[in-house]
């Protein structure tokens, strides 16, 4: 899930923190080993940050023989029960 960062995007939002003095000083430590600016580094780092907590809620990783027994489970007709049967039968509240 991607999303594209444009740096040649002007930037107008803003986001404000506040650090302690120590958070500072490492952040901007890592900063200048980047070879970065302390906003680059800390957009660069969030985004990638943000984007692998998404990817988290979204993606899990199984074996072939598990993707194959969940695609099988999916591919199977509904179990026929009377919740179902209810289910199935009451009408839409958007009719």
């Given at each position: 899930?991607a999303i594209a960062i444009?740096?040649?995007?002007?930037?107008?939002?803003?986001?404000?923190?506040?650090?302690?003095?120590?958070?500072?000083?490492?952040?901007?430590?890592?900063?200048?080993?980047?070879?970065?600016?302390?906003?680059?580094?800390?957009?660069?780092?969030?985004?990638?940050?943000?984007?692998?907590?998404?990817?988290?809620?979204?993606?899990?990783?199984?074996?072939?023989e598990v993707g194959t027994?969940?695609?099988?489970?999916?591919d199977a007709p509904a179990?026929?029960?009377?919740?179902?049967?209810?289910?199935?039968?009451?009408?839409?509240?958007?009719?």
């Amino acid at each position: 899930m991607a999303i594209a960062i444009s740096h040649s995007e002007p930037r107008s939002g803003r986001i404000g923190i506040r650090t302690t003095p120590a958070q500072e000083h490492l952040l901007r430590c890592a900063a200048a080993a980047s070879h970065k600016s302390l906003t680059d580094f800390i957009l660069d780092s969030a985004c990638r940050t943000a984007e692998e907590t998404l990817l988290d809620q979204r993606f899990f990783g199984v074996s072939s023989e598990v993707g194959t027994k969940i695609l099988e489970l999916l591919d199977a007709p509904a179990i026929e029960t009377e919740g179902l049967r209810r289910l199935r039968d009451q009408k839409p509240p958007w009719e």
